[in-house]
């Protein structure tokens, strides 16, 4: 199986425990995105990798989040001191950058996502 | 800011009815906008990615249509199957505006056999 793959699955925790997701993407994809989802809503972006560099980063990320991917393949997006307001299912997606004509800036394709992380915080 | 609406919420058919999912967006400077499929707990499975520059895409029982300048793309699938009930997600790139995905809240699906 070569697509997105995250763990662990699961993660049941105390509040105020920190926790740490992995995420690696399909080999290819310079492009890696984690977005979060609650329950019954869509998707929400949290932010972006292009290589190692950390290139956006939405305001939902508190300074509790950390995100990394220190060489520009797998990602770790760790949560300290962890609330009930944090449970969610924790997304990762991958992608190539494609060069646009006309542009010169490279921008992302079409997004493959992970099975996700869901984390309930008790 | 991007806004994206899907309508409607929730839907149930019979099994073998063609049916259309709706998906809003509020500023047609997009760049691109994918349809996702999601089953319960799951992650998400692309369907189709349509480019700003297209106006459709098909795949199988699939067809997605895009009309950017009313702010509109429409998911219609043909002959449905149980095996079709999911929870349909579209979700909208902006040009020149970063590399984020504004998603809809989705359209759950059931289709009874």
């Known amino acids: 199986d070569t697509g997105v793959s995250q763990n662990p699955r699961h993660k049941i925790t105390k509040r105020g425990q920190n926790v740490t997701f992995r995420c690696d993407p399909i080999s290819e994809h310079n492009r890696l995105y984690w977005y979060r989802q609650t329950l019954g809503q869509g998707p929400e972006f949290l932010t972006y990798f292009q290589n190692e560099a950390q290139l956006e980063k939405s305001r939902l990320l508190s300074d509790r989040f950390s995100a990394e991917r220190p060489k520009g393949s797998f990602s770790t997006l760790e949560i300290q001191r962890t609330e009930q307001g944090d449970s969610a299912m924790y997304l990762c997606?991958?992608?190539?950058?494609?060069?646009?004509?006309?542009?010169?800036?490279?921008?992302?394709?079409?997004?493959?996502f992970g099975e996700g992380s869901r984390l309930t915080v008790l | 800011k991007q806004e994206v609406t899907q309508i409607p919420a929730a839907l149930s058919v019979p099994e073998g009815e063609n049916l259309v999912l709706n998906c809003s967006f509020t500023?047609?400077?997009?760049?691109?906008l994918q349809w996702f499929r999601q089953d319960p707990g799951k992650g998400l499975t692309s369907l189709l990615l349509i480019q700003s520059s297209q106006r459709e895409q098909t795949s199988g029982r699939l067809n997605a249509s895009l009309d950017k300048s009313s702010g509109r793309s429409t998911l219609y699938i043909a002959a449905s199957q149980p095996g079709d009930s999911a929870t349909y997600l579209c979700a909208v790139r902006l040009a020149n505006a970063g590399n984020m995905l504004t998603f809809g809240g989705g359209t759950r699906l059931m289709v009874k056999p």
């Open positions: 997606a991958s992608s190539f950058g494609v060069r646009t004509a006309g542009q010169g800036a490279l921008r992302g394709g079409e997004l493959f």
């Open positions: 500023d047609s400077a997009i760049y691109n």
